[in-house]
């Protein structure tokens, strides 16, 4: 090759090689900058647009000792399936609070369509459930991931968050990354959730 040559070839290259790193850039930059946002508050104005209650400190769902139906050690985060989770928590009495909390997430993944395969439910049980409430569970939330843990552990889990009442009382949402950073009350409405993951799923991507 010829000098004239190289110098063609060369800029051609570096070109190249930047607008490679610049769509690198343009596709993690944002998934960046909300994980932080999400983990440290940084940046986050008081007057937020989100619905739900930003927990603060976020917590890492796998720091949560988590099982799955037959007693193994369940692992709900992997890296071939980054999806945004509703973590809802199931007591053995579920009174009206938990039975409120499994219809709104149920209704808001519906309302989702087309986007639905983005965000996974999970039931989290904090009790010993008979057969029979197992199976009601899973005939009248298909399709959900059921896990396992103590109330103790659960509890635990949250201890140093800005929860104010008992840790069951809330139904969260849990990032790509495994963080839970926003809780629901009984107060929220199924719009208000609907708002928040349809916003979080804009400004972010899936595998």
């Known amino acids: 090759m010829d000098n004239n040559s190289e110098s063609i070839v060369e800029p051609v290259k570096k070109r190249n090689r930047f607008n490679g790193f ?7 930059l944002p998934m960046l900058i909300a994980y932080i946002m999400f ?4 940046g986050i104005p008081s007057s937020t647009s989100n619905k739900g209650t930003l927990l603060q400190p976020a917590r890492d769902i796998e720091e949560l000792p988590l099982n799955n139906q037959d007693n193994t ?8 399936k980054k ?3 509703m973590l809802v928590p199931v007591t053995k009495e579920c009174d009206e609070i938990c039975q409120n909390h499994l219809y ?14 983005r965000v996974e439910r999970v039931l989290l049980l904090l009790d010993t459930l008979s057969d029979d409430a197992i199976d009601n569970l899973k005939k009248e939330h298909p399709e959900t991931v059921m896990v396992n843990t103590t109330p103790a552990a659960f509890n635990q889990w949250l201890s140093d968050s800005n929860l104010p009442l008992s840790a069951e009382n809330y139904y969260y949402l ?8 926003m809780r629901y009350d ?11 993951v349809k916003k979080l799923l ?4 899936d595998n």
Request: aromatic content about 8%; hydrophobic content about 45%.
């Open 39 to 42: 983990k440290t508050g940084l």
């Open 22 to 28: 610049l769509i690198i850039a343009i596709i993690t």
């Open 104 to 117: 709104i997430s149920r209704q808001v993944h519906i309302r989702l369509a087309e986007k639905a395969y």
């Open 73 to 80: 050690l369940a692992r709900l985060i992997s890296d071939e």
């Open 174 to 181: 849990i990032d790509q990354s495994g963080f839970a950073m």
């Open 202 to 205: 804009k400004f972010t991507y």
């Open 83 to 85: 999806r945004w989770r």
């Open 186 to 196: 009984i107060s929220h409405k199924g719009q208000d959730l609907l708002d928040d």
